[in-house]
C-alpha cells in the first residue's frame, strides 16, 4: 500500500481527529489511484509498490464501489501506464489498458501459456481480489478463459472398453442426484 494508511480501520474512535480536523487523507480507492497515476510516471518504478497499490484498490472496491469520485479517477487511468505485465524472455513492463495482454483467471491456462503471451503479472488468487478493479477499467475482454477454447478428441482407431463405459454411466448417475 502507499504512505497513506486506512486511519477509520486503525483508529475508529479517532477519525473525526485525524480526518476532519488534521486534514490527514484516507486511504480510499480515488486516493490510492491518484498514487498509481504518480507511479506510472516514475521512470523505473517500483513494480511491487505497483502490485501492492492495485490489490489495495481492488480490496476497497470490493468492499465499497459506491464512491461519486471512482469513474473520474478510473477514466484517468486509462491513458496511464501502471499494469504489470510480464512478456515471454522479459522482465515485468508497466503497460496500458489499450497495451496487448492478457489476465489469469484460470491457473491451468496460466501455466500452459505463461511463456507464450504476455500476461498481467498477478496469479489467480491475487485477480480475484483484483475483479472489481479490472472491469472498472474495462479489461474483460482480455481474460484467459474468454480467449481460450479447450477442444478434446478421440483418435482414429480408438475403441470402447465397454465395462468402462458402463463403470463410468454407473458413477455419472450417482452423483447426478
Known amino acids: 500500500m502507499s504512505l497513506k494508511v486506512a486511519i477509520e480501520e ?3 474512535d479517532l477519525q473525526d481527529l485525524f ?3 488534521l486534514h490527514v ?3 480510499n ?3 490510492l489511484m491518484l498514487d498509481l497515476e504518480s507511479l506510472s510516471l516514475t521512470r523505473g518504478a517500483d513494480i511491487q509498490k505497483v502490485k501492492d497499490i492495485m490489490l489495495e484498490v481492488g ?3 470490493t468492499r465499497d464501489e459506491k464512491m461519486s469520485d471512482i469513474p473520474d479517477a478510473i477514466d484517468s487511468l486509462k491513458s496511464k501506464k501502471f499494469l504489470p505485465v510480464r512478456f515471454p524472455g522479459a522482465e515485468i513492463t508497466l503497460c496500458g489498458t489499450e497495451d496487448g495482454f492478457w489476465i489469469v483467471d484460470h491457473t491451468r491456462y496460466a501455466k500452459a501459456l505463461e511463456d507464450k503471451i504476455p500476461l498481467l503479472n498477478f496469479d489467480h488468487e491475487e485477480e480475484r481480489v483484483l475483479n472489481s478493479f479490472l472491469r472498472l477499467l474495462g479489461l474483460s475482454r482480455w481474460y484467459l478463459s474468454r480467449a481460450v477454447e479447450e477442444v478434446s478428441f478421440i483418435p482414429e482407431g480408438a475403441t470402447e ?3 468402462l463405459t458402463v463403470d463410468f454411466k454407473r458413477r455419472a ?3 447426478s442426484w
Do not use: E, G, H, Q
Open 25 to 27: 487523507p484516507t486511504a
Open 10 to 12: 486503525i483508529y475508529p
Open 29 to 31: 480507492a480515488v486516493v
Open 173 to 175: 448417475y450417482a452423483i
Open 19 to 21: 480526518v476532519r480536523r
Open 161 to 163: 472398453d465397454s465395462a
Open 59 to 61: 480490496r476497497l472496491l
